[in-house]
């Protein structure tokens, strides 16, 4: 059997990352463009498109990511459709991220006073005019921090995607293990890059806040 | 016809009957005054005009268009009567010239150019020509709401309401404000003014309203209401604030 150096354990970790970082990005922009489209439902005047969306959130902030992958696995499969690893991890991790997303958002919207809302209103603007002129723009400053943050949340529930035999970085970490039966050794550069990957989206995150604070 | 209409208007915020029944006419270019103990329901009153408030009863019409917030008309009233708040609500991240620039550009579709071309005047007029890039929150509480004077007559508003606009300021700022409303009212413009500077009312306005627990209590020439109050709560009311 072949011997395993440290160098190849670490190199075929770096080749998984790279699934890790591809479902990270699938997941934060599909979980961002649904996120939004939620939020907004979320703030609307209309009852039934904010009680619609608040059943959403709730549901998937409301039961574990892990049981939502294997009901995309499994449930699409049941449909009768095949879906690869990497599809399934994707619908579920941007379901689950949109939900997020959408509540941070309208907390960052929300925070912005009414006055503003009123300001434009009462100048004759659309709804979703007074929202890209007025209410976003000030919005998005404060969203960042929040958002940034959320990221990290992101990239380790990705690590759950290996549940369903997606090959990504924790899956690989798995497999080196099981060949080289050294799951210590293994599993701490695992960790090492998940942090290599986590740390700078925090240390950013936390830059922005402070830049919002001296803003102020 | 008159400008602004409302007959028979009631409000409630749940149990709190706000407006009892408001009749009320405004004629082009008049200037009408409100004044009232706080809780009477002269703010609510000046909301449900430009349709920031609902109304559970009654009718308010602008140029004979019922205001009615859910109604497609709802925008064409809010540009024939501009509203300036007590707390400026001016858009923070946007210049003052911003600010003004917005609601031709968007509500009326102006080039770039012409909607800068009115913001520079409507500021010149308030006496801010040189603030133009200056952002709210590098101008005093006078400027801000000098400013957004300009932005509420950016759209060329055929009447302006005014929510108490000198209440959230220094004494020594209102004066500057007030100016700027007593040569609106001097150029003939309709506006309606809730307020708590009694000798400012009495100068500017042609009819002077005393509002007391959601209804028209009194209602006259300033002179006539200042001078020789009818009811026992104008009198009160006069007394208070003097």
């Known amino acids: ?216 | 016809m008159p400008l602004i209409e409302l007959s028979g208007v009631h409000k409630r915020f749940g149990q709190h009957e706000v407006l009892r029944g408001i009749d009320l006419g405004v004629e082009s270019g008049e200037v009408i005054a409100i004044i009232g103990r706080s809780g009477s329901g002269k703010s609510t009153l000046l909301r449900c005009i430009n349709a920031l408030e609902t109304y559970d009863a009654g009718s308010i019409r602008v140029e004979g268009r019922l205001v009615d917030r859910s109604s497609r008309d709802v925008r064409a009233v809010r540009q024939t009567v501009g509203m300036v708040f007590q707390s400026f609500n001016l858009f923070p991240h946007l210049s003052a010239g911003g600010n003004v620039m917005l609601a031709p550009r968007i509500v009326q579709g102006a080039a770039r150019a012409d909607a800068e071309r009115i913001a520079r005047e409507r500021l010149a007029e308030v006496g801010l020509g040189e603030k133009f890039e200056n952002f709210p929150s590098q101008l005093s509480g006078g400027q801000q709401q000098r400013v957004a004077i300009a932005r509420a007559l950016a759209t060329s508003p055929k009447a302006l309401l005014c929510d108490e606009i000198t209440s959230a300021l220094d004494p020594e700022l209102v004066g500057e404000v007030l100016r700027v409303v007593e040569s609106l009212a001097a150029a003939g413009m309709t506006m309606i003014l809730v307020t708590h500077e009694m000798s400012f009312a009495r100068k500017v306005c042609d009819r002077l309203i005393f509002m007391h627990q959601g209804k028209i209590h009194e209602f006259g020439r300033p002179e006539d209401l200042f001078d020789s109050p009818q009811t026992p709560e104008l009198k009160q009311f006069l007394r208070a604030v003097d």
């Open chain 1, 1 to 216: 059997m072949d011997q395993f150096t440290t160098w190849d354990i670490v190199r075929n970790l770096l080749l998984a990352t790279r699934w890790t970082i591809l479902l990270s990005v699938i997941a934060f922009a599909g979980g961002g463009i649904a996120g939004f489209a939620i939020m907004l439902l979320r703030i609307s005047d209309l009852k039934v498109l904010r009680v619609a969306s608040i059943a959403y959130i709730d549901v998937l902030q409301g039961t574990p990511l892990l049981m939502q992958l294997f009901l995309c696995f499994f449930g699409i499969s049941l449909l009768g459709l095949e879906v690869s690893p990497l599809i399934a991890a994707s619908i579920a991790l941007t379901a689950y991220t949109s939900a997020y997303l959408a509540e941070i958002w309208r907390g960052c919207v929300e925070a912005i006073p009414k006055g503003q809302r009123e300001a434009a209103e009462s100048l004759g603007f659309r709804f979703i005019d007074t929202l890209r002129y007025v209410i976003l723009p000030q919005a998005v400053r404060i969203a960042v921090a929040p958002t940034v943050g959320f990221s990290v949340q992101v990239v380790k529930g990705t690590a759950l995607a290996s549940i369903i035999g997606f090959v990504e970085l924790t899956k690989a970490g798995t497999i080196i293990t099981n060949a080289t039966y050294k799951p210590f050794l293994v599993y701490g550069f695992v960790a090492i890059i998940y942090f290599a990957l986590c740390y700078p989206l925090s240390a950013w995150s936390r830059s922005f806040e402070r830049s919002l604070r001296a803003a102020h």
